[in-house]
């Protein structure tokens, strides 16, 4: 009989314990939501990318291999006319993306898959996961392949893969660096792309317009 009262206490005990550990983790995880309600950023992260560097790396972004390799074939095969179809593509893009902007901004702290399941719900936001993740796996493969062929223009006896791999290692090393330098590397790397696009586009149009004579 003198053992049952230990018992009790001990129960006790272990309950009063789990109460505060539960108590602990919902005002750990209110205080993380509130902080994404109100827009505000935690106390241990620290903003290291500039307004140039957000704002260069967003046109860098948009600008690919495929403007300046699969755009080239494309309108070698189905001529001007392809620029119609850019423009349609590129007016769908600024409706989703402004759509995108406004429910970022009405839902902080949520990605592309928590915004769709808000939206459409939890199946279709989950196989939209699974497409977006597959979607740039294929697309990184496909991006570092042209940049080994962009390369082999000036290494011609070096293989593909070989190049391809230096520019995969190039990207990853970029990447390991803290986020400061890695804003001012990709700041200068996507103004190299924004003018490369500016001059070939002066170039064209001189092409088209006769001031320059094509090879």
């Known amino acids: 009989m003198t053992e049952r009262p230990n018992y009790y206490i001990l129960k006790l005990s272990f309950l009063l314990n789990r109460i505060k550990a539960k108590k602990h983790i919902y005002e750990s995880t209110s205080e993380q939501?509130?902080?994404?309600?109100?827009?505000?950023?935690?106390?241990?992260?620290?903003k290291?990318?500039?307004?140039?560097?957000?704002q260069l790396i967003a046109l860098g972004g948009m600008i690919g291999t495929g403007i300046f390799k699969g755009s080239a074939e494309a309108i070698h095969i189905a001529g001007p006319s392809v620029v119609l179809t850019y423009l349609i593509g590129g007016v769908l893009l600024f409706w989703i993306m402004a759509a995108l902007a406004e429910m970022a901004i009405a839902?902080?702290?949520?990605?592309?898959?928590?915004?769709?399941?808000?939206?459409?719900g939890f199946r279709l936001s989950w196989i939209v996961g699974w497409l977006y993740w597959i979607n740039w796996t294929l697309v990184t493969v496909v991006e570092l392949l042209a940049a080994g062929s962009f390369l082999s223009y000036w290494f011609p006896s070096a293989p593909l893969w070989l190049l391809a791999l230096l520019c995969a290692c190039l990207i990853m090393g970029?990447?390991?660096?803290?986020?400061?330098?890695?804003?001012?590397?990709?700041?200068?790397l996507a103004g190299l792309k924004v003018a490369a696009l500016v001059v070939f586009i002066v170039l064209g149009a001189g092409v088209w317009a006769g001031v320059i004579q094509a090879a």
Not at 33 to 46: A, D, E, N
Not at 48 to 54: D, F, N
Not at 176 to 187: D, I, N, S
């Open 33 to 46: 939501k509130g902080c994404c309600q109100h827009g505000t950023i935690p106390s241990q992260l620290q």
């Open 48 to 54: 290291g990318l500039l307004p140039r560097h957000v």
């Open 107 to 120: 839902y902080p702290g949520s990605n592309v898959q928590h915004l769709i399941r808000r939206a459409f």
């Open 174 to 188: 970029l990447n390991l660096f803290p986020v400061k330098y890695y804003g001012e590397a990709e700041f200068w």
